[in-house]
């Protein structure tokens, strides 16, 4: 099993800048990846950003050039820097740990979410 915590979500003006922080405990495999979803008011969870644990990174396009994903392997922490924050980044963002059995195999663990919104 592996544990998620999150922190760093707030209310923010829009062209704000926040960083989300999730630590991560419990079973952690080697061959893993670490990164953050968002869903918002009646849409789908989406892929934000995620890095594994070679640091091998990709973004969904619409944040692109304004977040930027990195991990700290010894604290099995992954954070998020999301700069000129836009009102359509408003959503519940999520982290998330997928521990891999193989390159097509693997178990998804979720924090409880943060909400980030970005308002004036």
């Known amino acids: 099993q592996v544990q998620l915590v999150e922190s760093g979500g707030g209310l923010v003006q829009p062209g704000g800048s926040l960083r989300l922080s999730c630590a991560a405990s419990?079973?952690?495999?080697?061959?893993?990846?670490m990164g953050w979803y968002r869903q918002a008011p009646g849409k789908q969870r989406e892929l934000v950003a995620r890095i594994t644990n070679a640091g091998s990174d990709n973004y969904a396009d619409s944040v692109k050039g304004r977040f930027t994903i990195s991990r700290d392997n010894a604290k099995n922490t992954v954070y998020l820097q999301m700069n000129s924050l836009k009102p359509e980044d408003t959503a519940v963002y999520y982290c998330?740990?997928?521990?891999?059995?193989?390159?097509?195999?693997?178990?998804?663990?979720w924090g409880r979410g943060t909400q980030v919104t970005v308002s004036s």
């Open positions: 998330n740990v997928k521990n891999y059995y193989s390159t097509s195999t693997y178990s998804d663990y």
């Open positions: 419990g079973s952690i495999f080697s061959i893993n990846a």
